[in-house]
């Protein structure tokens, strides 16, 4: 499947909503229905539980104030990950991407999102109300 194909490019190809740049755009890779699968079973799975030492943070504020709190939780800019909003929807793309313009990503009141390194042991959770958690060290050898 191309990015044009990815039931979500319109958030990124529309101008009523974002249009990335050729360059950025050609950074989302869409997952296979049998990955993305895999990612969202696993993102319910861990998300299941809770985790007292998850790092919280409100989404409402400024963009660039969310930005530096994802960067800071993660600083590998160039790391690969998993974007995973369903059962058949996944991306994979550079964090840098996701940490610039996480609000392409994470539309409030709609959006539970997932976000895995390709290799590593954090994950980063979207809540639809505003939210974002940050949990180290809950992926050990699971993904896919």
Do not use: K
């Amino acid at each position: 499947m191309t990015i044009q194909e990815f039931p979500l490019a319109w958030r990124w190809t529309d101008a009523r909503y974002a249009v990335f740049p050729p360059d950025v755009l050609a950074q989302l890779c869409p997952c296979s229905l049998e990955e993305a699968s895999r990612l969202f079973e696993l993102a319910v799975a861990l998300s299941r539980s809770e985790d007292p030492a998850a790092q919280r943070f409100n989404a409402e504020g400024a963009p660039e104030q969310v930005s530096a709190w994802l960067q800071a939780r993660q600083p590998r800019l160039q790391e690969e990950v998993f974007v995973c909003w369903s059962a058949d929807t996944a991306l994979r793309l550079p964090w840098t991407t996701f940490v610039q313009r996480w609000d392409d990503f994470c539309y409030p009141s709609s959006d539970d999102v997932t976000v895995f390194p390709q290799h590593g042991n954090w994950m980063l959770l979207y809540h639809h109300w505003e939210e974002f958690e940050f949990r180290q060290d809950t992926l050990a050898n699971q993904l896919p």
